[in-house]
Structure formats: structure tokens, C-alpha cells
């Protein structure tokens, strides 16, 4: 995965859980199935009420309606992302949708595991609370290597704690991916 990810923001605020981010009634789509995966994308985040108290994306829809992909690279969200359930589709969802990071204050550690070990997203974790920094729609720049997060709109820069060993596996496209490549399983 890139290094370097630019793109729009969508903002969201705490404890966004994976029944939001996929609910269940679009778990019946199989993700192995290339016609069928597709639709992960279209339902990413459809149960993210519309207007919630204090989120900033107001009634913005992450994937406009009837559509497969998202506007948007980067997802920013607060404290206890992907919290919940411990279903994989919910990074599975965000990635098919077209994003490509989530920057968040800190994880729910099995949404977490689920971005790397399927190789599905980028989890950044913040130092400093961006949902109240970055707007839905402001483009963003991530910058892994340097653990950064610029908001082009404004030009400030925040620190991000470092991917370390779990860019590796994200990048070989899953933890079964990675064995394979590192010769700890057969190929």
C-alpha cells in the first residue's frame, strides 16, 4: 500500500461500532465473490445515523446512494473505533469503498487486527483528537512513513503513532500473504 495517501476526509466521532460501519443485514453478501464483494462497498458505513449530535459530517453519506465507491480516502474517527462486534467485513467494507487509511484516536484492538491481518486498510492511531480539527471534505495528506497528517486546507500537521510491524503484513495483503512471502508458510 501507498505511502503517501491523499485524498478527502470523512469525519466521524467515538465509538463508531461495526454494525455502523457494516450492519448486519448486508452480511449475507459473499466476499469472495467479486460481483458480490462490491456491494460491502456500497452498504460501508450505512449505519452511521445521518446526523448524530456533535459528528461533523452532518448528512453527508459516506457512499452516495445506488453507488459502489466512496469520495472519500481517508476515514477520521474518534475514540474506540470499530467497537463492537468482531466481524472482518467492517474494514473490508471502508477498503471496498475506496479508502485506504483510517486515522482514529485508538481502536477497538479486534478492528484493528482485522485491518492488518486481512490487509485491508491502514489503522493510524492520532496523538491528538482530529475529529475536531479536520471537517468532512478537507483534503488530507498521510504520510506513513513519517507518521503524519497534514490538513491541506489549513496546512497543520498532527503526529501519528508509527504502523511498525503491521505495515509489512497490510502491505503483502494479509497475514497469510505475509507468511507465504517471508517463507513461513508454503506457497
Known sequence: MASLITGKAFVLGDDIDTDQIIPA???????????ERKYFGMYAMAGVPPVQSGLPQGNV???????????????????NF???????????????????VV??????RIFYRNCVNGGYLL????????????????IVEVDIDNATITN??????????????A??????????????????LAR
Open 123 to 138: 489503522p493510524c492511531e492520532s496523538i491528538e483528537r482530529l475529529v475536531e480539527e479536520i471537517k468532512t471534505g478537507d
Open 25 to 35: 443485514e448486508y452480511l449475507s453478501y459473499d466476499p469472495s465473490n467479486p460481483e
Open 103 to 108: 486515522v482514529a484516536e485508538f481502536y477497538a
Open 61 to 79: 453519506r459516506f457512499v452516495p446512494e445506488n453507488q459502489f465507491h466512496s469520495e472519500y480516502t481517508v476515514v477520521i474517527g474518534g475514540k
Open 152 to 165: 491541506k486546507a489549513t496546512g497543520k500537521s498532527y503526529t501519528l503513532r508509527p504502523l511498525g510491524d
Open 167 to 184: 505495515k509489512p503484513i497490510i502491505d503483502a495483503g494479509g497475514v497469510f500473504n505475509y507468511a507465504r512471502q517471508s517463507g513461513m
Open 82 to 100: 470499530g467497537c463492537g462486534s468482531s466481524r472482518e467485513h467492517a474494514p473490508l467494507a471502508i477498503a471496498e469503498a475506496g479508502a485506504k
